[in-house]
Each structure stands twice: as structure tokens, then as C-alpha cells.
């Protein structure tokens, strides 16, 4: 019989640790983008950072330049390990990295090679943080690509403002250990903060204020319950918007009689075209939530994200699949379309953003309208306005941007698009493009526009893993290559990019290693 009283360990794993580097010295062998998302890293966590390599990049030279990060302008040498506490490794040259590595093994020094998983010690996981709060995920460099995706869906999850909340409650129980710091009374302490921690929203701890936590120590001072202090908290909630109910949330447009059964009695097809916006369900316009609520069958496009199709209670209908041939699934939905209609069905037509903003709407109507069915337009949120807007990015700004370019990224013949000449108050949104970054900043480029113009890619606006990843026209393709790119995406270019840079920042959909290469300054 097999005793299961402990259990056994599962083995293969990496032991996670949180490393305290304050002070300490971490070598960076490298000059590339690797070697600085590493140096940004390291800084992140307060060590002493040196780079050691012939010659940097522009955001190690930044660094450098405002001694963030010293630098020794050579190859490396075994005398660098001197005082190291840590060496990461980032060159592309294989051998050279061995020998470094075997210099580190010879002195006990902690040691990590990039893109060479035999000679690491360590891993570099994928990260998120807000405030004091890290969270890492590791697939034991088994999978780092779905690594990042894991780490963007757990931050997604967690409530909007967790980072703060961590802070307030740190501030407390700082408090509380000035007012009550006998050694016999630890228990009481760790017992009472546990019940405010298990109990309270972490909205609202993140919502608390200098009085309010004045108010907690009095409490635990008199020993109330901390499930039962009342507190005036600030009527504006880190985690609310505007205040105004969602008709989504809420189900006002839900009928409880079963709106969605339409007698299909020989009358006439109805055909709605709806567009689904940015991916967020709450962002759905309320006559397009009616639509969906009301259709009995949804045609809908291969890129509806899934939480807008979980709207839907009736039958979904997407286009089949035709690898490069984009007129043949348009073709499909035409088919069916007409189908439905011919049964007196009410259809709606689902497309991506906006119907009429690369979205064919046009086409659709016409082809419809030929065949006796005139269909009604929903509009929807477009991600070449909002999309940059949901992070922190406005297209128009007073005294910076007066005018808004919408272009994209190929032509109905796959051909790149005509850039105009430069203009610094213009802000240009370029769709469907980021698979072609590179020649559309040399585009950019060439039509004069500066290196140092502020360019973002948005990635997934609207949805919980939304991500914007900044650059510069010089910088962002290296950016880009050193974090991945998560598709769909746009590319912003012009100086409205930055405007809000420091609001942006703290959103929780952005990530802050996206930006090494940005300055607010």
C-alpha cells in the first residue's frame, strides 16, 4: 500500500526565487537590444549595472549618458568579473559566450547566456509589474513565446489597481508595527492585516488615502473587527469608470421572453450590418448589442475576438477558411447571406472596427442592394481612432497634432502605401502593418520624417491583453524584435505618441519593458 501522507515531489521544475539586488553588481557582456532589455531589467531592481562591449546601442547610450549604467568600450575580459555578483551574457557570438561562462563557473558566479539554455544557471522569466507587485512565469525555456501570452492573460485578470493596493496595505502595516511593536503581539498583528486582506475588495484597498489609513490603525488600536470597519472612501474607485451602469452588464436589453425566436412566416430577410469594434464586449454600441441579442444567425468575420461572440445566443456563422484568398471567404459569406435571407431571416452581418474603415462595408451594401436587400448600418469603434486612445495614445492633441492620416498597411494588390511628405502636426495611423514595420519605417523615412519621431505599436486594443510597445522611427523595429509582437496591431507615428506617456504607463494592460527605449523627458 503506498503511503500518500506527503506528497512527492514532480521534479523538472526551476527553483523561483525573488533575488534582492540592491547594491549588487551585474555584469551585462553586450551591446544589443538583448543586453539592454537586460540592463533595464537589473536597473529595475536596484542593482549597479556595467556593460561591457565595444560598442552600444542608442538606449544603452542613453543610459549611460545619465549614469544609469557604466560602461567599458572593449571586448570582455576575465579581469570584468571582479566584484560581479551576477554575469548575463548577450552576444551572438557562441563560443565567446562559453568562455565567459566558464570564467563565472571558476569563480562561483551566478551566470546567464542568451539563446544558450546548457550554460545558463538561471532563466530570465516573463514579467509583469505594477508598483511592488511582480508576477513571473516560467516554462523552463521550454516555451518563452507562450510564456509572455500566459503572463499577459494573468495580469489581464488580476483587479485593476492590485499594485496599489499593495502599496497602501505595506503603509499600514508599517503603521501598525510602529504603534504596536512588541514581539508578543506579532500573531495578533499578522492576524488581523490577513482578515483585511481576505475580506476587502482590492479596489477599495487601493483606494485608500492617509486618513483612511488612520482610521485602520485606530480600529486595530481598539481591536474592531476588520470585516465590520466602516471607512469614507473616496467616491472615485480605482477600479469604476464613469459611473453609468452597463446595459451590458446589467441586462437591460435581455429580454426574459425570449426575444431572439422570430416565426420564420415568409416574411422578408432583414440584413444588419454591425461593426464589433475593438474586442471589448463593453465597448459594443447599444443598438449593436440589440442587433446581436435580436439575430437569428450572425455571419461573422475570422478575427471577431471570442468575448464579443459570447454576446451572441444564436447561431454563428464564419467564414471558411481560404489561405491567401480573401475574395473566396467574401464570397462564402455572400452565399450564406443570401440563404438566410431568402428564409425571412434576420441577419446580422458582423465585421471587425468599423464596417466603412477597411472593412468592405461599402462593397457589402452594394452587393446586397443588388440582390433586393437594403441593409441597415450599426457603426462601431474603430481601432485606427480608439484603438490608439484605449492606450493612452490621443491622435489629435491641441498645440502638437491638427490632423489625423488613416493609411494601410497594403493596398487590395498587397502593395505598400504612399507615404507623404512629413508634417510634424500630423499624427499617421497605419492599420494592418506591423508584419511590414520594417519597410514602413524606411517609407517613413524616406519621406522625411525624423529619427527621433515617437512611434507606438498597439497591439490588441480593446481586448484584456492589449499591449503597446514604444519606439522611436530609429528604435522601434530593435524594440520590436526584442519583445515580439502579439497580432492584430497598428502602428502610430507622430509626437502625440508620448503626450500622456506617464498616465499611460500606468495602465495595466501596458507593460513597462515595452518601453525601454522612451523617455518623457
Not at 543610459?63 to 568579473?81: C, I, M, N, T, Y
Not at 493612452?392 to 491638427?402: F, M, Q, S
Amino acid at each position: 500500500m503506498t503511503d500518500n501522507k506527503f506528497r512527492d515531489p514532480q521534479g523538472g521544475g526551476s527553483l523561483i526565487l525573488a533575488w534582492q539586488a540592491t547594491n549588487k553588481t551585474v555584469l551585462i557582456v553586450g551591446g544589443g537590444a538583448v543586453a539592454a532589455g537586460r540592463a533595464f531589467n537589473t536597473l529595475e531592481a536596484d542593482a549597479r549595472v556595467v556593460i561591457v562591449a565595444p560598442d552600444i546601442n542608442d538606449e544603452l547610450q542613453y543610459r549611460v549618458d545619465r549614469g544609469q549604467v557604466s560602461w567599458r568600450p572593449r571586448k570582455f575580459e576575465d579581469a570584468d568579473l571582479d566584484g560581479a555578483d551576477m554575469v548575463l551574457t548577450a552576444i551572438s557570438d557562441a563560443e565567446e559566450s562559453r568562455r565567459v561562462v566558464n570564467a563565472c563557473r571558476n569563480l562561483r558566479i551566478p551566470v546567464n547566456a542568451a539563446d544558450i539554455n546548457d550554460l545558463c544557471d538561471f532563466w530570465f522569466m516573463s514579467t509583469h509589474r505594477d508598483h511592488s507587485v511582480q508576477i513571473a512565469v516560467s516554462t523552463n525555456s521550454k516555451a518563452p513565446r507562450l510564456a509572455n501570452r500566459i503572463r499577459r492573460q494573468v495580469a489581464a485578470a488580476l483587479p485593476r489597481g492590485t499594485g496599489l493596493a499593495v502599496e497602501q496595505i505595506g503603509r499600514l502595516r508599517k503603521r501598525i508595527r510602529e504603534a504596536d511593536p512588541k514581539p508578543e503581539n506579532s500573531k495578533r498583528r499578522m492576524t488581523w492585516l490577513m482578515q483585511l486582506c481576505d475580506y476587502w475588495p482590492i479596489e477599495q484597498l487601493a483606494n485608500l488615502d492617509s486618513d483612511n489609513i488612520d482610521s485602520l490603525l485606530e480600529a486595530y488600536v481598539r481591536n474592531d473587527d476588520p470585516q465590520t470597519v466602516a471607512i469614507a472612501l473616496d467616491s472615485t474607485s480605482v477600479g469604476s469608470s464613469s459611473g453609468v451602469p452597463s446595459p451590458v452588464l446589467h441586462g437591460q436589453l435581455v429580454s426574459d421572453t425570449g426575444i431572439l425566436a422570430h416565426p420564420l412566416n415568409g416574411k422578408r430577410g432583414k440584413l444588419t450590418l454591425v461593426g464589433a469594434g475593438l474586442g471589448d464586449p463593453e465597448l459594443l454600441t447599444v443598438r449593436a448589442h440589440r442587433a446581436l441579442l435580436e439575430a437569428d444567425v450572425v455571419l461573422a468575420d475570422k478575427l471577431i475576438p471570442e468575448p464579443v461572440l459570447d454576446v451572441i445566443k444564436c447561431e454563428i456563422y464564419t467564414a471558411r477558411k481560404f489561405p491567401g484568398a480573401a475574395t473566396e471567404a467574401q464570397d462564402d459569406l455572400y452565399r450564406r447571406g443570401l440563404e438566410e435571407l431568402a428564409k425571412g431571416r434576420n441577419v446580422v452581418r458582423l465585421k471587425q472596427g468599423d464596417s466603412f474603415v477597411y472593412g468592405r462595408g461599402g462593397e457589402e451594401i452594394l452587393f446586397f442592394r443588388k440582390h433586393g436587400y437594403e441593409p441597415e448600418v450599426i457603426p462601431g469603434l474603430t481601432s485606427a481612432i480608439n484603438g490608439p486612445g484605449l492606450c493612452g495614445i490621443p491622435v489629435t492633441h491641441r498645440g502638437v497634432a491638427d490632423q489625423v492620416l488613416v493609411l494601410s498597411g497594403a493596398d487590395r494588390n498587397g502593395a505598400l502605401p504612399s507615404i507623404p511628405s512629413y508634417l510634424a502636426t500630423r499624427t499617421l495611423v497605419v492599420l494592418m502593418s506591423v508584419k511590414r514595420l520594417a519597410q514602413i519605417t524606411q517609407l517613413l523615412s524616406q519621406s522625411g520624417h525624423p529619427p527621433d519621431l515617437p512611434i507606438a505599436i498597439v497591439e490588441r486594443a480593446g481586448c484584456s491583453d492589449q499591449r503597446t510597445v514604444r519606439g522611436t522611427l530609429e528604435t522601434i523595429v530593435d524594440v520590436v524584435e526584442r519583445v515580439g509582437h502579439n497580432a492584430p496591431g497598428l502602428i502610430v507615428a507622430g509626437f502625440t505618441v508620448n503626450v500622456l506617456s506617464d498616465m499611460a504607463i500606468q495602465d495595466r494592460y501596458l507593460d513597462p519593458s515595452t518601453l525601454g527605449l522612451h523617455s518623457a523627458e
